[in-house]
């Protein structure tokens, strides 16, 4: 069992940034991929990015490639996600998953390919 807690989000102007952080209960963090997923009001839940188990692999969706970056650090059992030139388009609760398979070769891009969610952090971009 993995717990997942998001912190880091907050209200922000256009053009700024923002660091989330995602910390895992568990000894299991390292063995899994983790994701980044966010949802806007009345919109389903989408992929924003993930990171493989060992750091050496990274996907991102089209809508932020280029400037938002995910990170991990196994030893502290924590996953990233650095945004930066953020839009209004961008505001969402923003929430991170852990896959649940362990070593898995590729980093998941969709929902049903991660087992653990956090409750979500809301992040606000203003105009």
């Known amino acids: 069992q993995v717990q997942l807690v998001e912190s880091g989000g907050g209200l922000v102007q256009a053009g700024g940034s923002l660091r989330l952080s995602c910390v895992a209960s568990g000894r299991m963090f390292s063995q899994y991929a983790m994701g980044w997923f966010r949802q806007a009001p009345g919109k389903e839940r989408e992929f924003v990015g993930a990171i493989q188990w060992s750091g050496s692999s990274t996907s991102y969706a089209a809508s932020v490639k280029g400037r938002f970056t995910i990170s991990r650090d196994n030893r502290k059992s924590t996953a990233y996600l650095q945004m930066t030139s953020l839009k209004p388009e961008d505001t969402a609760v923003y929430y991170c998953?852990?896959?649940?398979?362990?070593?898995?070769?590729?980093?998941?891009?969709?929902?049903?390919?991660?087992?653990?969610w956090g409750q979500g952090t809301q992040v606000t971009v203003s105009s």
């Open positions: 998953a852990a896959d649940g398979r362990s070593y898995w070769v590729t980093e998941g891009t969709t929902v049903n390919d991660y087992r653990y």
